[in-house]
């Protein structure tokens, strides 16, 4: 069968399924998938400053990033919420990133105003796409790689060449790969966010509490040396007996009254239709939730009273 492909939204035009998404799910736990996501923006930062510069400017810790290691680092407006994300890892040379489909022009224009007198060159980098390949696929010589959330790698691949394909692995759609991610419970910033997300709803992911000032930083310190962070990070299983799953952005519901906001979605190989979402932190954990009309379970990925993930371990 032919690959199904997605046709609307951010990632529009990207493989949803190639016929077998409960193969595909199998593949991705098995290591042996390759997901395209092309959609996705791809920045390159170079010059002697890039890793001094990046680290006075974001919530991450940079300055002494070795080559090779993958970090996720956000840019946070004065209030504390989240701007701008970048999935990166440099070489030594540059430091390569990825952040979301339609986002990387803003975020080169932001960091552009930045640059002042470091000695630094930010550019987009529309001749390289990313894929996600699992730890056994085997990948080109020469292509720059950043250990995934997921397990296995993102890879940067030149725009014209094609994935990696052996006898053994498996292309998997949008599909298995996003329900990877819930299930590992790797929030999407900007699906599983909103315009209010501090990095403490979300587990601190991309956020270092032991560096110098950065924009945002005040919020960040506060709220986790205080605790109790406005809203939570959840995962949510949903009633497998419907067919339907939640519209992302739609409400969720408790006794009658929204109580936060369902993100992304997804039907797992294993785990059925699962989502995540963000609920005001003084929700119970056991509550069970309507989202857009789908009764659904809580699972705790952030700890209500301090901010931190409970799980995976989020760069």
Excluded at 11 to 29: F, K, L, Q, S, T
Excluded at 261 to 288: T, Y
Aim: glycine share 10%; with cysteine; net charge negative.
């Amino acid at each position: 069968m032919s690959a199904v492909m997605v046709d609307d939204g951010m990632d529009a035009g990207i493989a949803w399924h190639h016929g077998n998404p409960v193969a595909e799910g199998r593949a991705m736990a098995d290591g042996l998938g390759v997901a395209d996501l092309g959609t996705r923006d791809v920045v390159e930062i170079e010059g002697p400053d890039r890793l001094t510069w990046l680290h006075s400017l974001t919530s991450q810790h940079l300055e002494s990033l070795a080559p090779g290691i993958a970090t996720t680092a956000l840019v946070l407006a004065p209030t504390g919420h989240i701007e701008h994300v970048l999935h990166g890892v440099d070489d030594g040379e540059r430091f390569l990133a990825w952040t979301e489909p339609g986002r990387g022009g803003a975020l080169v224009e932001w960091l552009e105003r930045m640059r002042f007198m470091s000695r630094v060159e930010v550019r987009l980098r529309p001749d390289l796409r990313m894929a996600w390949c699992g730890h056994r696929v085997e990948i080109p010589a020469g292509w720059a790689v950043r250990d995934s959330e997921l397990g296995g790698s993102d890879v940067f691949v030149p725009r014209d060449d094609d994935l990696p394909s052996t006898a053994n692995t498996v292309e998997v759609g949008l599909w298995a790969y996003e329900a990877a991610r819930i299930a590992a419970g790797v929030p999407r910033i900007f699906v599983d966010t909103d315009h209010r997300t501090i990095p403490n709803e979300i587990g601190l992911m991309g956020t270092h509490l032991e560096k110098g000032c950065y924009r945002g930083q005040e919020t960040v310190a506060r709220v986790h040396t205080l605790g109790r962070p406005p809203r939570r990070l959840v995962q949510l299983h949903l009633d497998g007996s419907l067919s339907s799953l939640p519209e992302a952005g739609a409400p969720l519901m408790l006794d009658g009254r929204a109580v936060g906001f369902v993100g992304s979605s997804a039907r797992h190989h294993e785990l059925g239709p699962i989502a995540l979402g963000l609920v005001k932190r003084n929700v119970a954990v056991d509550a069970q939730l309507l989202a857009d009309d789908i009764p659904a379970a809580q699972e705790a990925l952030v700890d209500p009273d301090v901010g931190l993930h409970v799980r995976p371990v989020l760069r």
